[in-house]
């Protein structure tokens, strides 16, 4: 089992910033990825970011240059700084976490992040 707790979530004008951070615990010895995902109300969870090892990382088209995923392997930690925030990256973030082999996808239980106009 793994457990993840996010944080950093809150209100925000537009063009502002925040970092979320999601901190791993349990059975954390075999992480193979983490990244980032957000729902907006009456849509569907779409990916953020990811990062797999300590460099590797993929980015929606819709947060590339604004957003920075990177990790901290000895805290357990992975970030999420967002730069340049839009009324529409409004939604609950969530951490996920995929371990293995054999697979396994855990996720916290969500972070809001409000862009004001």
């Known amino acids: 089992q793994v457990q993840l707790v996010e944080s950093g979530g809150g209100l925000v004008q537009a063009g502002g910033s925040l970092r979320l951070s999601c901190v791993a615990s349990?059975?954390?010895?075999?992480?193979?990825?983490m990244g980032w995902y957000r729902q907006a109300p009456g849509k569907q969870r779409e990916l953020v970011a990811t990062i797999t090892g300590r460099t590797s990382t993929n980015y929606s088209d819709s947060v590339k240059g604004r957003f920075t995923i990177s990790s901290d392997n000895a805290k357990n930690t992975v970030y999420l700084q967002m730069n340049s925030l839009k009324p529409e990256d409004t939604a609950v973030y969530y951490c996920?976490?995929?371990?293995?082999?054999?697979?396994?996808?855990?996720w916290g239980q969500g972070t809001q992040v409000t862009v004001s106009s």
């Open positions: 996920k976490t995929v371990v293995g082999p054999p697979w396994y996808s855990y």
């Open positions: 349990g059975s954390i010895f075999n992480i193979n990825s």
